[in-house]
């Protein structure tokens, strides 16, 4: 059983559309991320999702926004896409104190 | 603020000899430390961790790293590289408020030549 999943795993599409990145734990976690590597491998925090807290890097453009329908689920919404949203986005979760964080596979983004 | 320094974007050695990925971090406290490893095309998958206790760590693949407070480093290490090695190493650390987001390195690009 594949412990984060997302999908789709690869995403083109035209600048200023709107999309939609999937995420989904089984593994009982509390706590969800979602990171962007960027082209030169480099990994940064965008979002912390907890039933009870939402932290968001200040850095992140409010174009993007999480959506937590339950638990399980940390779902990644960018609206009006640009050519520099082109990346990996990678989900992670972890339960609350351990901070040891299980990636999934990641969603290869391309914007045209 | 934390920060993470890999020292060396790309590390080549030959199949057989020492690997020695290096890891500096800067905070105020001592932070919880990780190393990630990502094959092409994949996903990070967790390599070992420094929480508390034993500051030599041992990981997965017979990797480990040992933590030094006093040089604020967490070294990878692994005595004898394979080919199956060849991959891109990350360095993180936690931070233990803010729901442990990762602040992450810049990584480090293993080659193994036979």
């Known amino acids: 059983d594949t412990a984060v999943s997302q999908t789709p795993k690869y995403l083109v599409t035209q600048m200023g559309n709107d999309k939609s990145i999937k995420c989904e734990q089984n593994l009982g976690h509390d706590t969800m991320y979602w990171y962007k590597q960027d082209s030169k491998k480099f990994l940064k925090i965008m979002f912390s999702y907890n039933n009870k807290e939402l932290i968001i890097n200040e850095t992140v453009p409010n174009r993007f926004s999480p959506k937590s329908p339950d638990k399980a689920h940390l779902n990644l919404h960018i609206n009006s896409l640009e050519l520099g949203d082109s990346a990996v986005y990678f989900c992670?979760?972890?339960?609350?104190?351990?901070?040891?964080?299980?990636f999934g596979p990641g969603t290869r983004l391309t914007v045209t | 603020a934390q920060s993470v320094t890999q020292l060396g974007s790309h590390v080549s050695v030959s199949e057989g000899a020492l690997v020695l990925l290096r890891c500096n971090y800067s905070?105020?406290?001592?932070?919880?430390l990780f190393w990630y490893v990502q094959y092409p095309n994949q996903g990070l998958q967790l390599l070992l961790k420094y929480t508390t206790g034993a500051t030599l760590v041992k990981g997965i693949n017979g990797f480990e790293a040992e933590f030094k407070k006093s040089e604020t480093s967490f070294h990878l290490t692994k005595p004898s590289a394979h080919m199956s090695d060849a991959a891109e190493y990350f360095c993180?650390?936690?931070?233990?408020?803010?729901?442990?987001?990762?602040?992450f390195g810049k990584g480090t690009k293993l080659s193994v030549k036979p």
């Open positions: 993180a650390v936690s931070d233990r408020g803010s729901q442990g987001n990762l602040i």
């Open positions: 905070s105020s406290v001592p932070p919880y």
């Open positions: 992670a979760s972890s339960q609350a104190g351990s901070y040891e964080q299980y």
